[in-house]
């Protein structure tokens, strides 16, 4: 029985020794693993759950503010194809705007050949089109023309929109 009783004391002496080592394992591993997670946040390794990530992504985008520009020259011109026979006329007035003070310049500095694209443009206009079709596609053509004028100073940004101040037709 002597022999039993060592056996079991052996035994019981690797129980309580194994269930230490297991605890040191768990606590290691415990460890290691807060350290991981904390390092990757640290090097920025968690892309998702980062809020300054998630703030940039649902934040609206900005625009700056609004800069409007007045030409001061009305825009006469008679229609190229008269309605029945009568001579008709168009006066325009219009503001652009723009987002950036350098557009505004240019559109300032190159305003004599601006002028002259819109005159020609509103010129070739047929006044039977404009008075039934209205005037939204007359003012898109007007900024893709004064766009394309300004593209080709190598300016990469446009005018955002013309606004028709005043619009005359007789």
């Known amino acids: 029985m002597a022999e039993e009783q060592d056996d079991i004391e052996v035994t019981e002496g690797e129980n309580g020794g194994g269930k230490s080592k297991l605890l040191i394992i ?13 390092a ?12 300054s990530e998630e703030a940039t992504s649902d934040a609206p985008f900005i625009k700056s503010a609004a800069i409007y520009y007045t030409v001061d020259q009305d825009f006469n011109v ?13 006066q325009i007035k219009l503001k652009v705007m723009a987002r950036d003070q350098l557009i505004i310049d240019a559109f300032k500095l190159h305003l004599p050949a601006i002028q002259h694209e819109i005159l020609l443009l ?9 008075n039934s079709l209205g005037t939204k596609s ?7 023309k004064v766009n394309e004028l300004l593209k080709s100073e190598q300016l990469e ?11 005359l037709m007789q």
Do not use: H, W
């Not at 768990?26 to 904390?38: K, N």
């Not at 008679?78 to 168009?90: A, D, H, M, P």
């Not at 509103?122 to 404009?130: A, H, I, R, S, V």
């Open 26 to 38: 768990i606590i290691a591993v415990l460890v290691l693993a807060l350290g991981g997670v904390g």
């Open 40 to 51: 990757m946040m640290f090097l920025g390794g968690d892309k998702e759950g980062s809020p």
């Open 78 to 90: 008679n229609f190229s194809k008269q309605s029945n026979g009568e001579v008709r006329y168009l």
């Open 122 to 130: 509103l010129y070739g206009q047929n006044y039977d089109d404009l």
């Open 138 to 144: 007359l003012q898109a053509a007007v900024l893709a």
């Open 157 to 167: 940004n446009g005018l955002e929109a013309v606004y028709f101040t005043s619009f």
